[in-house]
């Protein structure tokens, strides 16, 4: 009887333990070999942890912008909300149900753990699930669906593996991929893989690594637009299926960017398309195989041609400053003055030949600066001083064809905004305000002030590099004797970097970065001796450096400089140019030298160029244009054949006996392989 009375009050501890430990507190660390489940929805506050043998059965929250940290051997199910801002960490590998949800986008801190799948995972439309550091995806077989304008993000430095799933997508905007690195040195590694999009998928910056077999199929095309090298690893393949497009579009002057790293290596083209820009590409080492009728299309022995015929113009008012394509090429902003209908700022859609009125703002003076953010939801405007209200700088979001002011500031009234910048992910905006450089940070409704620095008299334009890591800054009459500045960020400050300073003359007008970061085209009035008015100067990340063979002597000022976006080409417009230029030109550049392939007349002064997003279009803006001209105008852009001696450099390259028999392209076509060939090809094996 006493024995059985004992037991009896163990079960009745036990069960009193159990309890305890299934309250809603939510830091739970059960002690050695103890199990709990928790059966309710479980929700983490900043700084507290689930710890040891911890079932998560209903459901994980971590509150906004608060750090909740999971090391759990047992698996979670229910729905997963991180609430936009909330970062979850794992401090051990992660196992989630086959009935784990979603609930929005947020962050997750994985420490070189992996995420097991149990079943699909679904990223909800229009959210982000951003990796701060080192992760694994192991997907089991499953798929993992990311829904409409979603995105999987790697912070800077990042490596993530996604393996053994299927990644498909909803639709993706050509600036918001469904997976995006946010700079050169993210990381992002596929194994065995099939990757079905719906539409076309744009690398866009990023190394990317091929492990084992990786299979892209659908009917898109998979755009590789990284300055870094994709991968392809031993004893793996990159697959391309019938009816896709593997379209090597990078944005810089690099051919060898698809690397195999050995003679397993493989790429796979099974009744597709392999299309090259202008840079061309060059493949070794590995081993191509063709399968069935293939497409190579390349733009070797073409050149570019802008259309005398202006498809369309607009009657804009008495000068148009700005113009700025929309990230999707449907809409054209464009700021100025003395418009007949008293909006300084209009928006227009574009349907590939006709420019149609859709919205405008009446910004009450004059508008020197129009740019939209990568997203293309949100527009800032900058502009002079009108009393009483001020408001220089102006944040407008553009939803169905509707702008609506999110925010604005107000300077002195001696300060006009001059030029406005996006950071890549939207996160920040720099502007100068004619003597000030000022950094805001922007959460997408509401800009914070964050940092500033003074130039000095005339603080003219400022641009972020790619990988927000720089931005420069020109003007005239600078406190420092410098008209050209490049300062660093961190995220917080900005820093002038001391060996990235120029003395270039009297004033900077414009200035951009080329896409890879490495170059950067400025355009001026009365340069000192042995400057011209256009000129490139390469950049390592410390040092700017003055190519010689990019000095233009163009006339008394270039206004705008726009590079394109594959980066072999850069638009520029000005006033008053000498014999042999015009108000809008365009150059090829080859790392070294500037050729001059388009000029245009306009009239009287271009302030403004910019090219769509698949450099097919030039928008331009002025004022006092020639007849036939107006002071908005879309010039279309076309690829012509060159009648010159074609050089085999920017053509598809099979092999490279530079480096010895190492480097041949194994090619294999297998029975009943047909290959079609747009272009040029060119076999450099020994």
Not at 542 to 569: E, F, K, M
Not at 656 to 672: E, I, V
Request: with cysteine; charged share 15%; proline share 4%.
């Amino acid at each position: 009887m006493r024995n059985k009375l004992l037991l009896l009050l163990v079960h009745v501890s036990i069960f009193c333990t159990m309890l305890v430990m299934q309250s809603h507190a939510s830091s739970i660390t059960p002690g050695y070999n103890a199990m709990q489940i928790q059966r309710s929805p479980h929700v983490l506050h900043d700084g507290e942890i689930v710890q040891g043998l911890v079932r998560i059965n209903n459901g994980l929250t971590v509150i906004e912008a608060a750090t909740g940290t999971m090391d759990t051997r047992l698996s979670v199910s229910g729905a997963i909300d991180l609430r936009d801002t909330g970062i979850l960490q794992l401090l051990g590998d992660l196992y989630l149900d086959a009935n784990v949800t979603l609930s929005g986008g947020g962050n997750i801190k994985a420490h070189d753990n992996t995420i097991f799948m149990s079943g699909d995972l679904t990223l909800p439309p229009s959210k982000t699930l951003n990796f701060t550091n080192n992760a694994v995806i192991d997907g089991r077989g499953h798929d993992l669906i990311i829904d409409t304008n979603s995105q999987i993000s790697l912070d800077s430095a990042v490596s993530v593996t996604l393996k053994n799933m299927t990644i498909k997508n909803k639709r993706n905007g050509p600036k918001t991929p469904p997976i995006i690195l946010d700079a050169t040195t993210s990381q992002l590694t596929l194994d065995d893989v099939i990757m079905a999009p719906v539409n076309d998928f744009n690398f866009l910056q990023g190394q990317l690594f091929i492990k084992n077999d990786v299979i892209f199929t659908g009917t898109s095309a998979l755009v590789y637009k990284s300055t870094m090298p994709c991968r392809i690893a031993q004893n793996s393949c990159l697959y391309f299926d019938t009816n896709t497009t593997f379209s090597y579009a990078p944005e810089s002057s690099n051919k060898d960017l698809i690397v195999m790293t050995d003679p397993t290596s493989t790429l796979y083209l099974d009744g597709c398309d392999l299309k090259t820009t202008y840079t061309g590409l060059r493949l070794t080492t590995g081993r191509l195989i063709c399968d069935n009728k293939i497409n190579f299309e390349t733009q070797a022995g073409l050149t570019l041609n802008l259309d005398t015929q202006i498809t369309p113009t607009y009657s804009f008012g008495s000068q148009a400053n700005s113009v700025s394509w929309s990230p999707n090429g449907q809409y054209l902003a464009v700021g100025g003055y003395g418009t007949p209908s008293g909006n300084e700022l209009q928006i227009f859609y574009f349907n590939g030949s006709s420019l149609t009125f859709i919205t405008g703002i009446d910004f009450g003076a004059t508008i020197y600066s129009v740019n939209w953010n990568s997203n293309g939801n949100r527009l800032v405007v900058g502009g002079s001083y009108l009393a009483p209200s001020g408001k220089q700088l102006r944040i407008y979001s553009f939803a169905e064809s509707t702008l609506t002011l999110l925010d604005s500031k107000n300077f002195s009234s001696s300060y006009s905004i001059k030029s406005t910048s996006w950071s890549s992910d939207n996160n920040f905006l720099a502007v100068s305000d004619g003597y000030n450089i000022i950094v805001y940070s922007f959460d997408g409704t509401t800009l914070t002030s964050i940092d500033s620095k003074i130039y000095g008299n005339i603080a003219q334009p400022v641009n972020w590099s790619p990988d927000d890591q720089y931005l420069a800054v020109g003007g005239g009459q600078p406190e420092s004797g410098n008209e050209l500045q490049v300062y660093s960020f961190n995220g917080a400050t900005l820093s002038l970097t001391p060996v990235a300073v120029f003395a270039y003359g009297y004033r900077i007008l414009s200035l951009n970065w080329s896409p890879d970061g490495q170059y950067l085209a400025i355009g001026g009035q009365s340069p000192n001796e042995g400057h011209g008015e256009l000129e490139i100067y390469s950049f390592d990340g410390s040092t700017l450096t003055l190519i010689p063979g990019t000095q233009i002597h163009y006339g008394l000022s270039i206004w705008s400089v726009n590079w394109s976006h594959d980066g072999q080409y850069l638009a520029i417009g000005g006033i008053t140019p000498t014999t042999g230029h015009e108000e809008i030109e365009v150059y090829s550049f080859d790392g070294t030298t500037l050729t001059s392939i388009i000029a245009q007349n306009y009239g009287t002064i271009l302030d403004a160029v910019n090219w769509s997003i698949d450099d097919n279009f030039l928008a331009v803006g002025g004022m006092s244009p020639a007849a036939g001209h107006n002071q908005a105008e879309v010039y279309p852009v076309r690829l012509v054949k060159e009648t010159q001696t074609q050089t085999m450099n920017n053509t598809l390259i099979f092999g490279n006996k530079n480096l010895g028999s190492a480097y041949n392209l194994q090619t294999t076509l297998l029975s009943g392989c047909n290959i079609e060939v747009n272009g040029l090809l060119n076999d450099d094996s020994v």
